[in-house]
């Protein structure tokens, strides 16, 4: 028997979200102030913009919440990627690296 899985989240920007998406590789569409999740492990799932509620099926995201992570880990990477644009910094480059044994997205930049 599926139920709702509901994730609070700090997703709230949309231009933001929608870059969390193309890098994770998923596809949307916007109703209203809602993004509905159209592929990948979030599929089915919406993002409530207003509250940053990610909603999904427990039959399809699971009770671990490792896909939801995902998405905010992506969120937080496009995050990092506006900073450093508002402050005309390049990323040059994005790596996975083990740091005390999580795997962590890393981006670096050239410093002029």
């Not at 998406?21 to 492990?41: D, E, F, R, V």
């Not at 099926?57 to 490792?66: A, I, K, M, N």
């Not at 905010?72 to 740091?99: C, F, H, M, N, P």
């Not at 997205?105 to 002029?112: A, E, K, S």
């Amino acid at each position: 028997m599926s139920f709702r899985v509901t994730k609070q989240t700090q997703i709230t920007d949309e231009r933001l979200a929608i870059e969390a998406l193309k890098i994770a590789g998923m596809t949307y569409t916007k109703q209203g102030n809602t993004l509905h999740i159209t592929s990948g492990p979030l599929n089915r799932a919406t993002i409530n913009l207003s509250n940053g509620e990610v909603t999904g099926d427990s039959d399809f995201h699971g009770h671990s919440g490792e896909a939801f992570g995902k998405l905010r880990q992506q969120y937080g990477e496009a995050q990092g990627r506006e900073t450093a644009l508002k402050q005309g910094v390049t990323i040059s480059d994005r790596q996975i690296e083990r740091i005390s044994g999580q795997d962590c997205v890393v981006l670096y930049c050239r410093q002029g």
